[in-house]
């Protein structure tokens, strides 16, 4: 029997992921997706920026739901390229996850486990939620330019976290420890950022700490920036830290694993659909744990707009 594409699973798989787990684990994932008689196709990916490209181009192709095999920033290339190509409304469009990276944030959210029975029963019976996606229009060399996530953003502290994180990655230091290592290491050169910030009535400006953007809750392997999170309510919860001393990073670390942050004295939090960020330095922003450009920040809310498979 010929199984069309729009039936089949198409699998994307960063062999890098968890310390070089996606090549390493996919023999296995194969052998049981054959076992169960899932249909499916695949692509491993081979340079930054690929698996955009290849849900690009397997859209095109006919498929319509696709697996991550990876971690979260796979999943945040995967993200994009559903939202970025305008052939297919993302609503007709399915997204799932086999756990391999070191964060494995966005799937904590949903309290999945990183079990492979527990996947191939997920994909036999294909239970399905409808999320909301966050989206960044910022300034590039090239101008402006848009990128989504589909767990949380940030930037200042925040931001510096995740690019020195992402060194330490390139260089081969894979834990699941990176981004709390990280976050030490950066207080050590990190001077606060000066921003205007444009948040529903409000006008904040002046030094910032840090921000953090949730449309999920969790962030750097388990920490908890915006407790408030939900992340099908069409809304974006953003955890302030405007004009705080650094120190209260380290006295505070307990807070940002027990969702208590927004109590400490200078954190603010918001609700909100959308707001603007503008900045007289180059700056620069993440999503998903990836690195993008400059300000200014137009951050908002795409309600209800991927189906995933949780």
Same mark, same amino acid.
């Not at 409304?89 to 079990?115: H, S, V």
């Not at 997920?122 to 060399?141: A, C, E, H, N, Y």
């Not at 050590?188 to 948040?199: A, D, E």
């Given at each position: 029997?010929?199984f069309k594409t729009e039936t089949k699973y198409f699998f994307i798989i960063n062999p890098n992921a968890g310390n070089e787990g996606g090549s390493r684990e996919w023999p296995k994932i /194969? ?13 491993? +990916? ?14 095109? *192709?006919? =498929? ?25 409304? +993302? ?5 799932? !996850? ?17 079990? =492979? #029975? ?18 960044? /229009? ?8 848009? *990128? ?11 931001? +510096?976290? $995740?690019?020195?994180? %992402? ?14 290592? *990280? ?5 050590? %050169? =990190? ?16 030094? @910032?700490? *840090? ?17 408030? #999170?939900?992340?099908?309510?069409? @809304? !974006? ?13 380290? +006295?505070?670390? %307990? ?10 004295k200078g954190v603010r939090s918001f609700k909100t659909k959308s707001f603007r960020i503008e900045s007289q330095e180059i700056i620069f922003a993440e999503t998903d744990g990836e690195i993008i450009g400059s300000a200014p =920040? ?11 498979? $949780?």
């Amino acid at each position: 029997m010929e199984f069309k594409t729009e039936t089949k699973y198409f699998f994307i798989i960063n062999p890098n992921a968890g310390n070089e787990g996606g090549s390493r684990e996919w023999p296995k994932i /194969v052998k049981m997706l054959e076992d169960n008689e899932i249909k499916y196709d695949f692509a491993f +990916t081979e340079r930054v920026g690929h698996a955009e490209f290849l849900v690009h181009q397997k859209i095109e *192709s006919g =498929y319509r739901k696709f697996i991550v095999v990876g971690g979260d920033g796979t999943l945040n290339e995967v993200t994009n390229g559903i939202f970025k190509q305008k052939s297919v409304d +993302t609503n007709q469009i399915y997204l799932g !996850l086999i756990q391999m990276g070191t964060g494995n944030d966005w799937a904590r959210y949903y309290n999945m486990k990183p079990d =492979y #029975a527990e996947e191939m029963e997920r994909l036999k019976t294909f239970p399905t939620r409808v999320q909301d996606v966050g989206k960044i /229009v910022f300034m590039s060399d090239n101008g402006e330019k848009a *990128s989504y996530f589909i767990n949380i953003a940030g930037l200042c502290f925040d931001s +510096t976290v $995740v690019k020195t994180t %992402n060194e330490m990655k390139e260089r081969g230091r894979r834990t699941k420890f990176a981004y709390l290592i *990280s976050l030490l290491k950066s207080l050590i %050169n =990190y001077k606060p950022w000066k921003l205007k910030v444009y948040i529903n009535d409000k006008i904040l400006e002046g030094k @910032f700490l *840090s921000i953090s953007i949730g449309n999920g809750k969790f962030s750097g392997g388990g920490m908890i920036q915006t407790p408030d #999170a939900v992340i099908d309510d069409g @809304f !974006l919860h953003v955890t302030i830290y405007q004009d705080m001393p650094k120190y209260k990073i380290v +006295t505070n670390v %307990n807070k940002l694993y027990n969702s208590k942050i927004t109590t400490v004295k200078g954190v603010r939090s918001f609700k909100t659909k959308s707001f603007r960020i503008e900045s007289q330095e180059i700056i620069f922003a993440e999503t998903d744990g990836e690195i993008i450009g400059s300000a200014p =920040y137009e951050i908002s809310i795409v309600p209800k707009s991927l189906n995933v498979i $949780v």
